[in-house]
């Protein structure tokens, strides 16, 4: 697979910067989610077709019913998620095309991403491993269950929203650490949560309104 990185006109480094300086604008303060999302070409993780629009601040469709969230979701829940300095092992429920993994890849040691869709799985695996990326492992499987085998996780970061939190999902959480989320009935209004491990309790904050595809149980 060979991948345009440069880009050109509406893909280009200066409207990556144009970006960012609208992220700082809308209050994304940490300067390395800023540096990172300067430096992470949004647009090779869209179709082509799409390519022209990755640098504007709205979701856009990646097929199978799914969207890759606006640069400011992904930047928001990634501070969120960053707020106690670097962490050593994320869990991302939803790799979807894998530019959520790339921005978390360059920010912790160790990203464990899981996707229940086969085939936007297997398409962000090759746009990630042709990036470069060699600090993320991948899961097949249904994100309710989160990834047992590696956890307590010091970040979870989940791109989908439920009514609750899934359970294993708390519990695979390390002491000290943060689980970003989206929370909401389907059709309903969502709220972006910040829910914090302090050891057999959990610390929730209530941050703001999201709108975010359903987080389905099973494989696709």
């Given at each position: ?5 440069q880009?050109?006109?509406?893909t ?9 300086q609208?992220?700082?604008?809308q209050?994304?303060t940490?300067p ?18 799409l390519?022209?629009?990755?640098y ?6 990646i ?18 998620l ?6 050593s092992k ?5 790799t ?11 920010l ?8 229940r869709?086969l ?11 042709n ?7 991948y ?7 989160g990834?047992?085998?590696y956890?307590?996780f010091?970040?979870?970061l989940?791109a ?20 970003v989320?989206?929370v ?11 829910i ?5 309790n959990?610390?929730?904050e209530?941050?703001?309104?999201v709108s975010?595809?359903?987080?389905l149980?099973?494989k696709?």
């Amino acid at each position: 697979m060979s991948l345009d990185l440069q880009g050109i006109g509406m893909t280009s480094p200066r409207t990556r910067k144009r970006m960012v300086q609208r992220l700082a604008e809308q209050g994304i303060t940490d300067p390395k989610v800023l540096d990172v999302m300067r430096h992470t070409p949004r647009h090779v993780f869209m179709d082509e077709a799409l390519a022209s629009r990755a640098y504007e601040d709205t979701a856009l469709p990646i097929g199978f019913n799914q969207t890759i969230s606006q640069p400011y979701i992904v930047a928001r829940m990634t501070e969120l998620l960053m707020g106690s300095g670097r962490l050593s092992k994320v869990l991302e429920i939803g790799t979807g095309c894998g530019y959520q993994t790339a921005i978390l890849a360059q920010l912790v040691d160790h990203v464990y991403s899981v996707e229940r869709i086969l085939s936007l799985q297997k398409k962000a695996k090759d746009i990630l491993w042709n990036l470069k990326f060699k600090n993320i492992s991948y899961l097949y499987g249904d994100g309710n269950l989160g990834w047992a085998d590696y956890a307590p996780f010091d970040g979870i970061l989940v791109a989908a929203a439920a009514p609750e939190v899934p359970e294993p999902l708390l519990q695979q959480l390390a002491v000290g650490g943060v689980l970003v989320m989206p929370v909401g009935e389907n059709g309903r209004p969502q709220t972006l949560q910040r829910i914090t491990r302090t050891g057999v309790n959990y610390k929730i904050e209530y941050l703001e309104s999201v709108s975010f595809v359903p987080f389905l149980p099973g494989k696709e």
